[in-house]
């Protein structure tokens, strides 16, 4: 029997951005789709650091209470580099948060545990300082922060 050790983790960079105000296209035949764009942006971890490149942002379709994340981000490393990051993702609230969520000036304070937001980001680049990262496949845990923008802790999937 293959002995087959589970995942570990590395955290690779702490994500917060701030959002401009959705662009909701409506109920369509998969869903909802509201644009999410980023109006500003920073990461930070250990190992890359840099701002986020307006604009970009996720394409998010709800539909049965469960917001299906699709997102495309350009990380704009403080060293020049640039790097292309998607991801997919779910993120679900329990019908007692939903009145909270409402609120866009106090739904930071609705506690993480009592929602999932969860991520799974790729990357792109050619930058030959991070060409280890066109072979990572990551894992986002996400949160709400005041302001009404949101923040990922972003881990290497080791």
């Given at each position: 029997m293959i002995n087959i050790k589970p995942p570990a983790f590395q955290h690779?960079?702490?994500?917060?951005?701030?959002l401009?105000?959705?662009?909701?296209a409506g109920?369509?035949?998969?869903?909802?789709?509201?644009?999410?764009?980023?109006?500003?942006?920073?990461?930070?971890?250990e190992r890359l650091k840099g701002r986020i490149n307006p604009g970009t942002g996720d394409w998010m379709l709800t539909r049965n209470g469960i917001r299906v994340v699709d997102a495309r981000i350009v990380?704009?490393?403080d060293d020049n580099a640039i790097i292309h990051m998607s991801y997919g993702g779910r993120i679900?609230?329990?019908?007692?948060?939903?009145p909270a969520l409402a609120n866009p000036v106090?739904?930071?304070?609705?506690?993480p545990s009592q929602y999932y937001f969860r991520t799974n980001p790729v990357f792109e680049t050619g930058?030959?300082?991070y060409l280890w990262l066109n072979k990572v496949v990551g894992i986002g845990n996400g949160r709400?922060?005041?302001?009404?923008?949101?923040?990922?802790?972003?881990?290497?999937?080791?």
């Open positions: 690779l960079f702490t994500l917060e951005a701030a401009a105000p959705s662009l909701d109920e369509g035949q998969l869903g909802r789709r509201v644009l999410n764009a980023v109006s500003e942006g920073r990461f930070y971890g990380l704009l490393c679900w609230f329990d019908d007692a948060v939903l106090t739904r930071h304070l609705i506690d930058h030959q300082k709400l922060i005041e302001g009404g923008g949101v923040a990922y802790d972003v881990f290497e999937v080791n």
